[in-house]
């Protein structure tokens, strides 16, 4: 049995390699590259997979999964620049892939060990990305 929370958040960011030119940034992240950053609205899906634990009739309390996301994700990263101000993206560029496998690993050790967590993450309406671990 599989469930999910739907959360959201707002965050800019910007994809670039320093490295490189204005010009090639622009070729290889497009918009995403664009020097005074920009943002999204993220939707966050965060998908728990179990068995029913018969003495509650859920595989999770939905209520504190909510809690758990918000404490660890979504409080941390709403409204936030995500290059300038999460020390996650020092060195990692906040692409969808890497905050998902960012949000995976803040999220894991408050699920309990014998559920597996996959987190999708939505950067558009049309673009998303899933993480589970591998
Ligand atoms: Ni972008």
């Not at 999770?60 to 936030?80: A, Q």
């Not at 990692?92 to 408050?110: C, Q």
């Amino acid at each position: 049995m599989k469930v999910c929370r739907r959360e959201t958040f707002n965050a800019a960011h910007r994809l670039f390699n320093p490295e490189w030119s204005d010009e090639k940034n622009l070729e290889v992240f497009g918009k995403c590259s664009n020097p005074n950053y920009h943002g999204h609205n993220y939707v966050l899906e965060t998908w728990v997979e179990g068995p029913i634990d018969q003495e509650i009739g859920y595989v999770i309390d939905l209520k504190k999964l909510k809690d758990i996301i918000r404490n660890e994700v979504t409080e941390r990263f709403d409204h936030r620049n995500l290059n300038l101000d999460c020390e996650e993206f020092k060195q990692l560029k906040p692409s969808a892939e890497n905050i998902a496998v960012v949000i995976w690993n803040l999220l894991r050790p408050h699920i309990e060990s014998q559920l597996n967590l996959s987190v999708r993450l939505w950067e558009t309406e049309n673009n998303v990305v899933e993480y589970d671990g591998k």
